[in-house]
């Protein structure tokens, strides 16, 4: 990944500024500013800019946010003052809604950066600042290396060549890919203790060594995994808040949870508690952990995670330990998670005791059957009126072999409508009438919002899916059955 001087749309960079001003506050991030005598002086100038106004912005997790505006002279240019002391972290000039270049704050306080507009980075030199001077020999020497290895594969793609040329210009690519890493990793040796050693690492991922081989003389399939899984965060500091501040982090979590790691709510479960514990010495890193672990699993698609939303809430919001977070929001959290506890994959969910079309009371516990679907529908909704001739077709070819049946709780208040419905679309089926319950509430006791929603209870009546899609419905009791978990 490089990160230099390019153009950036209107919806994309300024709008995600706007939005983490509004997402920073809802965190209560600060800026943590602290006196200092020395302050900041940094004096830019871009040729071609004139009276017009200069964003100062930072990175932060997975966005940008604005820190400062500045007025840009008839010259092109503008400085960026002061006497606090800044997180420190890589930041932008945001020049308009299309271009900006990067600048870091770290050591050096006082330094000045000039460039011209019709090419930031290519034209920018720097006085003042040998970490800022080292950065975009960094980003050039990248982008060049880059632009190489770009045209190479433009060869493959547009040339046609034969496979020996193919192999050839792959071997070219992977060679200064090599020499990319190598440049990378003397900058890192030669000034350890500059931002750009630490960019570099903060980018970097394992090299996994040559696989070795097992006793049976083949290949251990699963080294490389664990291998990556085991040192995915060498060199990497979780207390150094420095790390919030670069367009990397955010990126290198998101590969972590969501590709590393297996897909599964007891691994991520224990490994969000490593990484926050790690953070913990340090306020910032604790807190944006935090959230993301919060953020995560709270807006996961996939089935199951909402364990892990539940567990974060428990052991971060319930005990306290996110005390920057507004009281409102906390309590929000903790009535969501109170809400979907009981539904949770292996819980046994709230019986349902609803009149049916005969008027007539029936238990959802009473129900004898292998599986259950649980499907709650509405006579006007119209992906209901998609999914129920899909859900029909699957339930009469494998009702007989799979035990099952289905529960339909319709949401409609009239009886009219419900029945014509069910008579409409032949839905034979257990139907009932939601709003005629005599066990309360079943929008709040099943998180109903919208319509269709499914949930599918084993034998036990405990959960073993929820919130599928009829297409996937034939795989999933393939795969559970084979599984031997029914």
Known sequence: MTFYAMNISKNNTLKKILFFLVFLGSLGISMQLKATNDGYLIRFRVKGMKDTICLIATYYGNGTYVKDTVKVDADGRFTFKANVDYPKGIYLAVINDKNYFEFIVNNDRKFSMETDRKDLSGKMMITGSPENQLFYDYLKYNKTRFAEIQALQNLIVRG???????????DQSEAINKEIIRYKLEIAEKYPSSFVAFFINAMREPEIPDIPVLTNGRKDSTFAYRYTKAH???????????????????????????????????????????????ARPNPEMFKYLVWYATYHSESSEIMGFDRIFVHVVDTYYLTHKATWERPAVVE???????????????????????????????????????????????????HCEQEIPKMKDFYDKEKDTLGLKIFAVCSDTSLVKWKSAIRKRKMDWINVNG?????????????????????????????IAKRLVTEQFLQFFKNYIKQGLH
Not at 242 to 269: A, E, M
Not at 341 to 361: A, S, Y
Request: hydrophobic fraction near 35%.
């Open 160 to 170: 046609k060549p034969s496979k020996d040329s193919i192999k050839l210009l792959n």
């Open 332 to 382: 929000n959290l903790i009535k969501k998670a109170n809400r979907i506890r009981p539904l949770l994959i292996g819980q046994i969910p709230p019986n349902m005791i609803m009149l049916d079309t005969n008027n007539q009371p029936v238990s959802m516990y009473s129900v004898k059957s292998n599986f259950l679907i649980l499907f709650f529908w509405d006579p006007d909704c119209g």
């Open 232 to 278: 995915y965060w060498d060199g990497t500091d979780f207390t150094d808040e420095r790390l919030l501040r670069t367009p990397v982090f955010d990126n290198k979590l998101k590969k972590y949870f969501d590709k590393i790691l297996y897909q599964n709510p007891d691994t991520i479960i224990k490994e969000t508690d490593i990484l926050i514990e790690k």
């Open 435 to 463: 709003p005629r319950t005599l066990t309360g509430n079943y929008h709040e006791q099943y998180d109903i919002s919208t319509t269709p929603v499914v949930y599918i209870l084993n034998n036990r009546k405990e959960i």
